[in-house]
């Protein structure tokens, strides 16, 4: 008997297989775009603050702004493996060899880093699947993993080293917690629960949310009659000894968690200030969730959404409360960040198969029911596949690797050379390259990494600039600024609002006042990807050899 209960669910678990084959195959697919180079600007700070904590031999991150402690812990732990796999097999003398290798290319250990998050991508997607079995089955659950499978947004999100992904899966467990609330009220499960909601909030702050799922699922056992005594102080005093575990520092370092939550409170960014609450509703709508789900995919999500709180219990108490719950806390923040949707991803999976598996339900039985749900699937997966394989094409094509091909091209050996973003792709290339950096002004690049610099001097540098450029220089150090070629990638994010930015954009137009514009490149879609970039080249100041007008 149990052979043949085996043998039937062979063709589920072949389904999963593929599925999560194509998920990591999708996920792999330009991993490693842009290096040596760091595209991403959050990447840095990850990757420089998991290295601190290992050159001071500390276990105390220093940085709370997501919190980001289970990603640094993580990172950390992918820092020792690739030292020591260098290390055993003589490609690194030492702990300084492979620093200093990292230092001269980051893919070193940029690349293990993305893969671990990949890792937690394929988790969610798994996880996905186990979410929509319980809820409604095999054929549900599969059909939400396909379709989180091929999500551009969450693709582009398990190749980047942030918190967004790895938060999502500990949410994810935090649901299938939940469901163990629903269906039996143990005292487990709330405590799993618990635990669940501390890690996701040690990972990122808001991902505490998933509290809402095994609250929901208490209140939907009291209504019913069932009284699970001391389950919510259950559930609230393994969250919070969870988080503290976790990331002890939290209270050992409180002054520079309070510093780091107002740095991270800023009501304002260049090209991501908010509207307001309908406006950033719209925005997510409009935006993330369209783009990666297509209007077939968006319009099956809305209507699995509340078609599966009207048909199932489960569905009513756990998933419908928590997405209305996390979708209009997101909305009413300041800002508005693509990634702020990505633990919202699995949930439109499960709500848009959801759909697609009742429409299939009210199908009289036949042969065409299932012909029918896969080329109904078919319908909804072929745009999404398309946007992924669109949005990997343009990661691959980034603007700023176009302005660095023009330098090489065009610019003469021995040129000093201004960079706004981690232009790592120069560094092998005769240029003399200086970054800008807050009050420092303008500092050599190499002179910079040779001193192995911290992201916690990074961070005091900085002060409370939402960014490292141009900008946010100190206008007294301006002149340090001064290079024969000026990359910038940032001055037309600030020129879309230049109410909001009037004294970011002064600074620009001090520095590259009498510049010629040499090289352009924005962003298009299927083509490549990116901020707008200029490169100007500077004329010499009045009195270094070029006279000024009479």
């Keep these: 008997m149990a052979a043949s209960a085996s043998r039937q669910r062979w063709p589920e678990r072949a389904a999963l297989l593929v599925i999560l084959l194509a998920a990591l195959a999708l996920r792999l697919d330009g991993v490693g775009f842009g290096l040596p180079s760091l595209n991403d600007p959050d990447e840095p700070l990850f990757m420089m603050t998991a290295l601190e904590m290992l050159q001071k031999q500390s276990l105390n991150p220093g940085w709370f702004g997501h919190p980001g402690t289970t990603t640094l812990y993580s990172l950390v732990l992918v820092i020792v493996t690739v030292g020591g796999i260098g290390l055993a097999s003589g490609r690194f003398a030492d702990v300084d060899a492979l620093a200093a290798a990292a230092y001269a290319d980051p893919g070193i250990l ?37 379709i989180l499978a091929v999500n551009a947004v969450h693709i582009e999100y398990s190749q980047i080293i942030r918190t967004d992904v790895q938060a999502s899966a500990f949410m994810l467990l935090g649901a299938v917690a939940a469901l163990g609330i629903a269906e039996r009220g143990r005292r487990r499960d709330y405590a799993l629960a618990g635990v ?7 990972t990122k702050w808001p991902a505490a949310a998933i ?26 005093a393994a969250a919070a000894l969870t988080l503290i575990l976790v990331s002890p ?40 969730l369209l783009s990666s789900l297509g209007w077939i995919g968006l319009a099956l999500a809305a209507t699995g959404l509340v078609w599966g709180a009207g048909r199932t219990r489960y569905w009513a108490v756990v998933i419908l409360p928590f997405c209305l719950f996390f979708l209009a806390m997101i909305s009413l923040q300041s800002l508005r960040w693509e990634r702020w949707i990505v633990p919202l991803l699995p949930f439109a999976a499960l709500a848009a198969a959801r759909a697609l598996c009742g429409l299939a339900a009210l199908l009289p039985a036949s042969r065409w029911r299932s ?15 398309g946007a992924a394989r669109s949005d990997a094409t343009e990661r691959r094509h980034d603007t700023r690797q176009l302005a660095t091909a023009w330098l090489r091209a065009h610019a003469p050996a021995g040129s000093r050379i201004l960079v ?11 240029y003399d390259l200086s970054f800008p950096l807050g009050s420092a002004g303008c500092v050599d690049v190499r002179a910079l990494l040779a001193g192995r610099v911290r992201y916690s001097r990074v961070e005091s540098l900085r002060g409370q600039s939402a960014i490292v450029d141009i900008g946010h220089v100190d206008p007294a150090q301006l002149a340090t600024c001064r290079a024969d ?66």
């Design 196 to 202: 669940c909601a501390g890690l996701a909030c040690a």
């Design 420 to 430: 706004e973003h981690a232009a790592f792709d120069l560094m092998a290339s005769p």
């Design 371 to 385: 012909a029918l749900l896969a080329g109904a699937l078919i319908a909804v997966l072929a745009p999404m596949i």
């Design 110 to 146: 940029f690349l293990p880093a993305r893969l671990m998050i990949v890792a937690f991508g394929l988790l969610c997607v798994w996880l996905t699947y186990r979410l929509g079995k319980r809820l409604g089955g095999a054929r549900l659950g599969l059909v939400a993993a396909v």
């Design 211 to 236: 509290g809402v799922t095994a609250l929901c699922a208490w209140a939907g056992r009291l209504a019913e009659g069932q009284r699970d005594r001391g389950g919510p102080a259950l559930l609230g």
């Design 249 to 288: 520092y939290l209270l050992l370092d409180h002054a520079t968690v309070a510093q780091n939550l107002s740095g991270e409170a800023r009501p304002f960014h260049p090209g991501a200030t908010g509207g307001g609450f309908f406006a950033n509703l719209g925005w997510y709508a409009a935006g993330p």
């Design 485 to 550: 070629f000026v990359v910038v990638s940032n001055r037309l994010r600030y020129r879309a609002d230049p109410a909001a930015w009037a004294g970011e954009l002064a600074r620009y137009d001090r520095l590259l006042a009498g510049a010629r514009l040499r090289f352009a490149a924005r962003a298009e879609p299927g083509r490549r990807s990116g901020p707008a970039v200029e490169v100007y080249e500077l004329r010499p100041p009045r009195g270094a050899g070029e006279p000024g007008p009479s």
